[in-house]
């Protein structure tokens, strides 16, 4: 009995011992949060009345503001009035305008229509690729940067303006009557069925109601004879959450907690299920991922692996596990702040990084062997810390340097690449069905005579690597000893221009015929046609082929 209330009165004392060291921290987190919000105000208001300059409270104020929330994590933003629009606009995906991607010319000095989007107003009046923005209105673009030029174009929804432009491929000076509307890009710029009754939908967004067009696409494609389904998150940068939910709730069983979300206030403990029947629980599904999927995307491919009932093809994603809420702030403004971290159904946050708070803020990456083994439904073993590891990977071609000289919009750009391409769509008025196009070899030869005779130039990387290991050799005194085998390496390595665009031609190919399908077919086109050249697309087709591999890669025998 003595020793029960001995054991007692230790477990009361240990509970005050405890209460009272948390009473002191908070007492004294209250009085740092205190002191030094009093101190920045009286620096301020010392600042305004005694500095040699006037200060202009917008720009001083905001610049400590967002010094402080880069202390944090890069999710966290103040939002001053003017620019909530921007935060809302990336919210819903929506903005007033036109419905074109614009881009600087840096070979005119202009700022240049790079792409109209479908059936928007840019498009419907007759907007082409490269297109120069002369004048909106009364207001010249002339001389002007990319930002001055999209504010102008866009404005509140149902204003018009009167749009000058020249064309490049006439010379003709044009103007159009653009309306401008509600613009909100597709979250699904294309889906269809593929050989081998394999479907295909490109997400590029959650954004509203993306799940609905998820839906409506799949259910289509299921009259047409539909056998198994590819969903393609690859640069899918993540949005709504719910969205996320609908989009897995197509395919898993009704009353699944799918995410959890855990922060410092209570009421941003919450847990999402799966609230309506399934479409289909039985169709295969490869979920293609790389590192710009983000979010929600991870959401959706990490909730579908951790109930094995999807394939996850690809590269490993970007590992985003934090939530954000929006606040309402004084004067208009508003605060996107991180307010927890999000759960899928086998307990792991993909969280890839740490974000430090001491010393001014740092980040650091979660090293491999910190992180926590998990499993699925199946019995598979995944890991938290890093993203969503793909069961199946594969990493995708990359572009040689010379294609990105060539696309280039950087200083010394000759724009080489879009004058021929100017040039092809004013002497193709059409070309084949975007699944089939592909630029020919005597398009090619072409293409390459005119980089040719431009003078055009681009620094090789091995150039590059070359100068630098003879500085390290002759810094380190083995330069003279192998000098003969130095000069016959940089000769081998000579620039050599028709060689490397001999050399680089598939490629090449692929890009011009990438930036020509966009112009005949836009976004959907360009996505339909890019699946004849995807190196990760042919292993997935090649994976659903193949049921019993895809079975196999589900089952619990196989190791993440």
Same mark, same amino acid.
């Given at each position: 009995?003595?020793?029960?209330?001995?054991?007692?009165?230790?477990?009361?004392?240990?509970?005050?011992?405890?209460?009272?060291?948390?009473?002191?921290?908070?007492?004294?987190?209250?009085?740092?949060?205190?002191?030094?919000?009093?101190?920045?105000?009286?620096?301020?208001?010392?600042?305004?009345?005694?500095?040699?300059?006037?200060?202009?409270?917008?720009?001083?104020?905001?610049?400590?503001?967002?010094?402080?929330?880069?202390?944090?994590?890069?999710?966290?933003?103040?939002?001053?009035?003017?620019?909530?629009?921007?935060?809302?606009?990336?919210?819903?995906?929506?903005?007033?305008?036109?419905?074109?991607?614009?881009?600087?010319?840096?070979?005119?000095?202009?700022?240049?229509?790079?792409?109209?989007?479908?059936?928007?107003?840019?498009?419907?009046?007759?907007?082409?690729?490269?297109?120069?923005?002369?004048?909106?209105?009364?207001?010249?673009?002339?001389?002007?940067?990319?930002?001055?030029?999209?504010?102008?174009?866009?404005?509140?929804?149902?204003?018009?303006?009167?749009?000058?432009?020249?064309?490049?491929?006439?010379?003709?000076?044009?103007? #159009?009557?653009?309306?401008?509307?509600?613009?909100?890009?597709?979250?699904?710029?294309?889906?269809?069925?593929?050989?081998?009754?394999?479907?295909?939908?490109?997400?590029?967004?959650?954004?509203?109601?993306?799940?609905?067009?998820?839906?409506?696409?799949?259910?289509?494609?299921?009259?047409?004879?539909?056998?198994?389904?590819?969903?393609?998150?690859?640069?899918?940068?993540?949005?709504?959450?719910?969205?996320?939910?609908?989009?897995?709730?197509?395919?898993?069983?009704?009353?699944?907690?799918?995410?959890?979300?855990?922060?410092?206030?209570?009421?941003?403990?919450?847990?999402?299920?799966?609230?309506?029947? /399934?479409?289909?629980?039985?169709?295969?599904?490869?979920?293609?991922?790389?590192?710009?999927?983000?979010?929600?995307?991870?959401?959706?491919?990490?909730?579908?692996?951790?109930?094995?009932?999807?394939?996850?093809?690809?590269?490993?994603?970007?590992?985003?596990?934090?939530?954000?809420?929006?606040?309402?702030?004084?004067?208009?403004?508003?605060?996107?702040?991180?307010?927890?971290?999000?759960?899928? /159904?086998?307990?792991?946050?993909?969280?890839?990084?740490?974000?430090?708070?001491?010393?001014?803020?740092?980040?650091?990456?979660?090293?491999?062997?910190?992180?926590?083994?998990?499993?699925?439904?199946?019995?598979?073993?995944?890991?938290?810390?890093?993203?969503?590891?793909?069961?199946?990977?594969?990493?995708?071609?990359?572009?040689?340097?010379?294609?990105?000289?060539?696309?280039?919009?950087?200083?010394?750009?000759?724009?080489?690449?879009?004058?021929?391409?100017?040039?092809?769509?004013?002497?193709? /008025?059409?070309?084949?069905?975007?699944?089939?196009?592909?630029?020919?070899?005597?398009?090619?030869?072409? #293409?390459?005579?005119?980089?040719?005779?431009?003078? #055009?130039?681009?620094?090789?990387?091995?150039?590059?690597?070359?100068?630098?290991?003879?500085?390290?050799?002759?810094?380190?005194?083995?330069?003279?000893?192998?000098?003969?085998? #130095?000069?016959?390496?940089?000769?081998?390595?000579?620039?050599?221009?028709?060689?490397?665009?001999?050399?680089?031609?598939?490629?090449?190919?692929?890009?011009?015929?990438?930036?020509?399908?966009?112009?005949?077919?836009?976004?959907?086109?360009?996505?339909?046609?890019?699946?004849?050249?995807?190196?990760?697309?042919?292993?997935?087709?090649?994976?659903?082929?193949?049921?019993?591999?895809?079975?196999?890669?589900?089952?619990?025998?196989?190791?993440?």
């Amino acid at each position: 009995m003595k020793k029960t209330l001995l054991f007692i009165v230790l477990c009361l004392l240990n509970s005050a011992m405890n209460i009272m060291a948390q009473d002191k921290y908070e007492k004294e987190h209250n009085f740092n949060v205190a002191k030094n919000l009093e101190t920045f105000s009286a620096i301020y208001k010392y600042l305004d009345i005694m500095y040699v300059d006037t200060l202009n409270a917008n720009d001083v104020v905001g610049y400590g503001v967002n010094a402080m929330l880069r202390s944090l994590d890069p999710y966290t933003v103040y939002y001053p009035e003017e620019n909530v629009k921007d935060l809302n606009m990336m919210i819903s995906g929506k903005y007033a305008g036109v419905g074109a991607l614009i881009r600087y010319n840096m070979e005119l000095k202009r700022v240049v229509i790079d792409e109209p989007y479908e059936n928007m107003p840019a498009a419907e009046v007759g907007l082409k690729k490269g297109d120069i923005i002369l004048a909106i209105d009364d207001s010249s673009m002339v001389d002007k940067n990319v930002p001055f030029v999209s504010n102008h174009l866009r404005g509140d929804a149902g204003t018009s303006f009167i749009l000058k432009i020249q064309r490049p491929t006439t010379g003709k000076t044009m103007k #159009f009557k653009l309306t401008r509307r509600s613009i909100q890009l597709p979250a699904v710029p294309y889906y269809g069925l593929q050989e081998d009754g394999i479907g295909y939908i490109n997400l590029n967004s959650f954004t509203t109601n993306c799940a609905k067009d998820v839906r409506r696409a799949f259910l289509e494609m299921k009259k047409q004879g539909m056998t198994s389904l590819v969903l393609d998150l690859r640069n899918n940068g993540g949005g709504s959450l719910q969205e996320a939910i609908n989009i897995v709730n197509m395919f898993v069983p009704k009353d699944l907690t799918l995410v959890k979300t855990v922060g410092k206030l209570e009421r941003t403990n919450k847990e999402y299920k799966t609230t309506v029947e /399934p479409i289909d629980t039985l169709i295969p599904i490869v979920v293609m991922v790389n590192g710009e999927s983000a979010s929600s995307s991870e959401i959706t491919c990490g909730s579908l692996q951790d109930l094995d009932r999807a394939v996850v093809l690809g590269t490993r994603t970007y590992g985003k596990g934090l939530v954000q809420a929006s606040v309402d702030l004084p004067y208009n403004g508003n605060l996107k702040l991180t307010t927890s971290k999000y759960y899928i /159904p086998s307990g792991r946050c993909i969280q890839a990084i740490n974000y430090k708070h001491n010393n001014g803020g740092y980040i650091e990456h979660v090293p491999d062997s910190l992180t926590r083994l998990f499993h699925t439904a199946n019995g598979r073993e995944v890991r938290d810390g890093g993203g969503i590891k793909p069961d199946v990977e594969v990493t995708p071609d990359s572009l040689p340097n010379i294609a990105f000289y060539l696309a280039s919009t950087g200083r010394d750009s000759t724009e080489v690449m879009l004058n021929w391409e100017l040039k092809y769509i004013k002497n193709h /008025p059409t070309i084949a069905p975007a699944r089939n196009f592909f630029i020919s070899d005597a398009d090619y030869e072409d #293409f390459k005579k005119t980089v040719l005779k431009s003078g #055009f130039k681009y620094d090789r990387e091995s150039k590059r690597y070359m100068e630098n290991l003879v500085k390290l050799a002759k810094f380190e005194g083995y330069y003279n000893d192998a000098k003969e085998e #130095f000069d016959a390496l940089e000769k081998k390595l000579s620039h050599n221009l028709a060689k490397d665009l001999d050399y680089n031609k598939e490629i090449l190919k692929q890009v011009l015929t990438a930036d020509l399908v966009a112009v005949y077919y836009y976004q959907r086109g360009t996505v339909e046609n890019s699946l004849q050249f995807d190196k990760q697309w042919k292993r997935t087709v090649e994976l659903l082929r193949n049921l019993e591999e895809y079975r196999k890669i589900l089952t619990a025998s196989n190791k993440n």
